[in-house]
């Protein structure tokens, strides 16, 4: 599960607004307000988060078990 925290920085290592980030989620821009106001475990279906989580991953981002937000940009081959 991703928090939201680790959202809202996936979001400005991208350079993405929440707009942006709710139409490649493909998810109504309300459903991400909810969870980038929490900071820990979001309110949202399985399905909304695994839209959220796709849509940063295929942009970039990474996952990662560090302490803080634990995202970063993939380093490029």
Do not use: C
Request: hydrophobic share 40%; proline share 8%.
């Amino acid at each position: 599960m991703i928090t939201g925290a680790q959202i809202r920085e996936a979001r400005k290592l991208l350079g993405w607004s929440p707009l942006k980030l709710a139409g490649r989620a493909k998810i109504h821009s309300a459903i991400l307000r909810r969870p980038e106001g929490v900071e820990g475990e979001p309110p949202l279906t399985g399905y909304q988060h695994a839209l959220i989580r796709n849509a940063l991953q295929v942009a970039g981002i990474e996952f990662t078990n560090d302490d803080g937000p634990a995202v970063q940009l993939k380093a490029k081959p």
